[in-house]
């Protein structure tokens, strides 16, 4: 049996590091300018994927959109058995 997850303490030891709001907020901008763009919509089950895995890079060319479900099913970079996809 999985024990709950603790989210105060999640947030304190990583996602709410100087380095991870910057990552989210690039993130986040990434998915308002796909939005612009009418490549996605609010609750449509979409994400916006960063193909080189690297969130501060917000080019067009760089970005492409992909259901939630495949684009976190994949291992990320920093992951023993990663790859690019």
Same mark, same amino acid.
């Given at each position: 049996?999985?024990?709950?997850?603790?989210?105060?303490? $999640?947030?304190?030891?990583?996602?709410?590091? =100087? $380095?991870?709001?910057?990552? /989210?907020? %690039?993130?986040?901008?990434? /998915?308002? $300018?796909?939005?612009?763009?009418?490549?996605?919509?609010?609750?449509?089950?979409?994400?916006?994927?960063?193909?080189?895995?690297? =969130?501060?890079?917000?080019? /067009?060319?760089?970005? @492409?959109? $992909?259901?939630?479900?495949?684009? @976190?099913?994949? %291992?990320?970079?920093?992951? =023993?058995?990663?790859?690019?996809?």
């Amino acid at each position: 049996m999985r024990s709950k997850r603790n989210y105060k303490e $999640e947030y304190a030891n990583y996602q709410g590091k =100087p $380095e991870q709001i910057k990552n /989210r907020a %690039k993130r986040n901008a990434a /998915r308002r $300018e796909m939005e612009k763009l009418g490549k996605v919509h609010k609750g449509d089950g979409k994400d916006v994927d960063h193909k080189d895995g690297n =969130p501060h890079d917000n080019k /067009r060319k760089n970005l @492409r959109v $992909e259901s939630a479900h495949k684009n @976190r099913s994949y %291992k990320r970079k920093g992951v =023993p058995g990663y790859k690019q996809h």
